[in-house]
Antibody, heavy 118, light 107 residues
Framework: QVQLVQSGAEVKRPGASVKVSCMISGSTLTELSIHWVRQGPGNGLEWMGAFDPEDGERIYAQKFQGRVSMTEATSTDTAYMELSSLRSEDTAVYYC???????????WGQGTTVTVSS | DIQMTQSPSSLSASVGDRVTITCRASQYISAYLSWYQQKPGKAPKLLIYAASSLQNGVPSRFSGSGSGTDFTLTISSLQPEDFATYYCQQSYRSPYTFGQGTKLEIK
C-alpha cells in the first residue's frame, strides 16, 4: 500500500525559502508522478505542479514559475518542493499527492503547514 | 487555464436529503473530472474519478455524472459523516485546476 509521509511544519520570514519533503513507502519514486497542491487558510485547493518520472518532465503552474522547484531523490524515494521569495500569501498547508491507476489523486500526504510571518 | 466553477458555494441540508453539486468547466474536458471530499484538518479524499466512476471503498450513495463541460456529484441520502467540503478537479490539461469548493452543512 502506497503512503506519502511529509515533513513537519515550518515557520519562515518573508523573502526566505522553504523546502518540503514527501517520502514514499510501498512504491518507488520512479513509478509515481508526484504532484503538489496547497491550501491557504480558509481557502480552496490550488495545484502547484508535478514531476512525471516517465518523461522526466516537470510542469509548474504559471503562478509559481520562477519561484518553485520540484526535485526528487531516488535513493531515498523522497520528493521535494522548494518555494522561494516567500510572502505572507504563501502561508498554507502544502500537500503532495499521486494519481493512482484511476488518474486521479487517490493518495495524499498528511500535509505540511508553512507559516510566513515577520 | 481551465476554470472550474462549482455551485452552490455552500449548502444546508438534513440527514436523509438528496443533494446535488454542480461543476462547470470553462472549456471541454471530456470526462477528466474528479470529485474530492475534505473534512477540517484532513487531506482531501477521492470519491469519484473519470466523472462517474466510484473510487474503491466509497459508499454507493455517492455518484457522479457528466462529460464535456458540465458535471454533477449527487449524494442520494445524506449521512452525518457526509457534512464536509467538496471539490471538483479537472485533469484534462495542466494546470489541473480545482473548483472553489462547496461546503455542505447541517440544516
Amino acid at each position: 500500500q502506497v503512503q506519502l509521509v511529509q515533513s513537519g511544519a515550518e515557520v519562515k520570514r518573508p523573502g526566505a525559502s522553504v523546502k518540503v519533503s514527501c517520502m514514499i513507502s510501498g512504491s518507488t519514486l520512479t513509478e509515481l508522478s508526484i504532484h503538489w497542491v496547497r491550501q491557504g487558510p480558509g481557502n480552496g485547493l490550488e495545484w502547484m505542479g508535478a514531476f512525471d518520472p516517465e518523461d522526466g518532465e516537470r510542469i509548474y503552474a504559471q503562478k509559481f514559475q520562477g519561484r518553485v522547484s520540484m526535485t526528487e531523490a531516488t535513493s531515498t524515494d523522497t520528493a521535494y518542493m522548494e518555494l522561494s521569495s516567500l510572502r505572507s500569501e504563501d502561508t498554507a498547508v502544502y500537500y503532495c499527492a499521486t494519481p493512482g491507476r484511476t488518474g486521479s489523486f487517490d493518495i495524499w500526504g498528511q500535509g505540511t503547514t508553512v507559516t510566513v510571518s515577520s | 487555464d481551465i476554470q472550474m466553477t462549482q455551485s452552490p458555494s455552500s449548502l444546508s441540508a438534513s440527514v436523509g436529503d438528496r443533494v446535488t453539486i454542480t461543476c462547470r468547466a470553462s472549456q471541454y474536458i471530456s470526462a477528466y473530472l474528479s470529485w474530492y471530499q475534505q473534512k477540517p484538518g484532513k487531506a482531501p479524499k477521492l470519491l469519484i474519478y473519470a466523472a462517474s466512476s466510484l473510487q474503491n471503498g466509497v459508499p454507493s450513495r455517492f455518484s457522479g455524472s457528466g462529460s464535456g463541460t458540465d458535471f454533477t456529484l449527487t449524494i442520494s441520502s445524506l449521512q452525518p459523516e457526509d457534512f464536509a467540503t467538496y471539490y471538483c478537479q479537472q485533469s484534462y490539461r495542466s494546470p489541473y485546476t480545482f473548483g472553489q469548493g462547496t461546503k455542505l452543512e447541517i440544516k
